[in-house]
């Protein structure tokens, strides 16, 4: 089961996430959800270029941890495997210019001008 959840900040970063769980019951559970928040304003505010390294990154409200080992404490609360499969991450305020191109699989992060 996939879900896809999201997060803006201040108007000027977006970020799409899409998450999954073996079952639809894990991802209708308080704890799915907040994890689902809580990854992509993690994204917003860290900027990671792919799942591989937003897994190794301490998670924003928790220094303490890497968003893996979050995972894998989700994972264990719901006995169920939940993994980030890919995100898209947007900035208005960079000074890049945007893709030409869509976001291409497993994580991109893109940055477009107002």
């Given at each position: 089961m996939h879900v896809i959840d999201s997060y803006v900040h201040n108007g000027r970063v977006g970020v799409l996430v899409e998450l999954s769980?073996?079952?639809?019951?894990?991802?209708?559970?308080?704890?799915?959800?907040?994890?689902?928040?809580?990854?992509?304003?993690?994204i917003a505010a860290s900027t990671p270029l792919s799942v591989a390294?937003?897994?190794?990154?301490?998670?924003?409200?928790?220094?303490?941890?890497?968003?893996?080992?979050?995972?894998?404490?989700?994972?264990?609360?719901?006995?169920?495997?939940?993994?980030?499969?890919?995100?898209?991450?947007?900035?208005?305020?960079?000074?890049q210019p945007a893709q030409p191109e869509p976001p291409k699989s497993p994580a991109v992060a893109m940055r477009s001008q107002a």
């Open positions: 769980a073996e079952s639809d019951y894990a991802t209708q559970t308080d704890v799915f959800k907040t994890l689902a928040k809580d990854i992509a304003m993690h390294s937003l897994l190794e990154q301490s998670f924003v409200k928790e220094p303490t941890c890497s968003v893996g080992q979050l995972l894998a404490k989700v994972s264990s609360s719901l006995r169920e495997r939940v993994s980030v499969v890919r995100f898209v991450r947007w900035d208005t305020e960079s000074m």
